[in-house]
């Protein structure tokens, strides 16, 4: 269960509004793609996920749930997706046989948002989206501003790091933790 403190209570408001749209545009289009199992956008993205403080205090809680074994996993996955040079990379937090989020109620702003926000510097959805919205599929779907999102969680808990940052002052607290 997610506990909040003031600074999470606002995200997590932030997070449910995302969620109540998402919701009334999967009712609306029921043959929507985005949904539990649909890991497209997950394994095509241009770099690690980005995430403000706030979104890392409640990503890194979900983290805690993992077991030690999934954790050195994702740590791994990282590494790797670090050093990638160029093309897409996987989300290091998807579980690959299932096609889900490892810490999907714990997931950041930019996940809930794929497939369902429209930014104005290229929309937020995977190649299979991007087909049926040129094919007309989505006519009429009140789609969410990406940017009014982004400005607000902005505004609430400052700029936004790679995953791969967060993790690595995580890992270096740790380590001087335990040499101390």
Known sequence: MIEANDSQSILITIFNNI???VDAITQAQPDWPCHQGCDLCC?????LPELNKAEWALLHE????????VQEVVKQRIAEAKEQAD???????LDR???ACLVY???PAACRMYG?????SGNRWCGMIQEQYEAGFADGIMLGNQQSVDRELVGNFGESQSIGVWFEKEW????HANKC
Do not use: M
């Open 172 to 175: 270096e607290l740790k380590n």
């Open 105 to 107: 109620a714990y997931r």
């Open 97 to 99: 046989e299932k096609g």
């Open 19 to 21: 969620d109540h749209r």
């Open 116 to 120: 369902f926000y429209i930014s104005r």
């Open 62 to 69: 979900g983290f805690q749930y993992l077991t030690v074994s």
């Open 43 to 47: 394994r095509r993205l241009p770099f």
């Open 87 to 93: 093309g897409y990379i996987t989300c290091p937090l």
